[in-house]
């Protein structure tokens, strides 16, 4: 049973423009919650978190919204840029060093 | 350069021929973690370790072993390797069990059992 969910397999937006990424998950046990990047042939790059006692963090261009009650997060990317064109997963953990459990992804391509 | 050094990149082999896949970090870091990565399914966790001989399944355990003697190396072990486990994986290594700055990934060793 998929515990985090990314309902959107890919996500064509146009460069300079906003891309938003979605993520749900069905534990509300779930604190601790991670977005990464990953190219092809490459691992998974971390790009940015956020806790279950925060909404919003931010980082440069990157920015994860959490919406608790909904079981819900975000990620938004402004201004998008060609070489963010990967795909983005999301994952969720109860705690420090315990399971991670993944989104299936989302592909995004940014259009120059 | 800190990094995740998986080996090997590439693996094709026979059902039932036991192997080992290697990983090593040179981060020093406590939390080290197996995933696999298959269409449609995401990146799944197999195993991960907390700290030297401490080992914990994660969500797909079925047809692994792991150990964990020396904080830099966490090998993967196929004991007996099926035609269903093949695919992409993925390991990695934390300072803080994810928290902060979340895991360093490998390069990936992606595995065919035929």
């Known amino acids: 049973d998929q515990q985090v969910k990314q309902n959107s397999p890919s996500l064509s937006v146009q460069e300079g423009r906003i891309s938003i990424l979605n993520c749900d998950y069905t534990?509300?046990?779930?604190?601790?919650f991670l977005w990464y990047k990953k190219y092809p042939a490459e691992g998974p790059t971390f790009l940015i978190s956020i806790s279950s006692i925060k909404d919003k963090n931010e980082d440069g261009r990157f920015t994860v919204f959490l919406n608790k009650s909904a079981k819900h997060l975000s990620l938004h990317i402004v201004p998008s840029q060609p070489g963010d064109s990967a795909v983005y997963f999301c994952?969720?953990?109860?705690?420090?060093?315990?399971?991670?459990?993944f989104g299936t992804g989302t592909s995004l391509t940014v259009i120059p | 350069e800190a990094q995740v050094t998986q080996n090997p990149r590439y693996l094709i082999t026979v059902t039932g021929k036991k192997l080992t896949v290697t990983c090593s970090q040179n981060m020093n870091h406590e939390y080290m973690s197996w995933y696999r990565q298959d269409p449609g399914l995401g990146l799944r966790q197999i195993y991960y370790s907390m700290n030297v001989e401490v080992t914990d399944k994660g969500d797909v355990p079925e047809g692994y072993k792991v150990s964990r003697k020396e904080k830099r190396n966490f090998p993967l072990i196929l004991e007996s390797p099926s035609p269903n486990q093949t695919s992409l994986y993925f390991c990695a290594s934390s300072l803080s069990g994810g928290q902060g700055s979340g895991y360093t990934f490998g390069s990936g060793t992606r595995l065919t059992v035929v």
């Open positions: 994952a969720a953990s109860r705690g420090t060093g315990n399971q991670f459990y």
């Open positions: 534990n509300s046990m779930f604190d601790y």
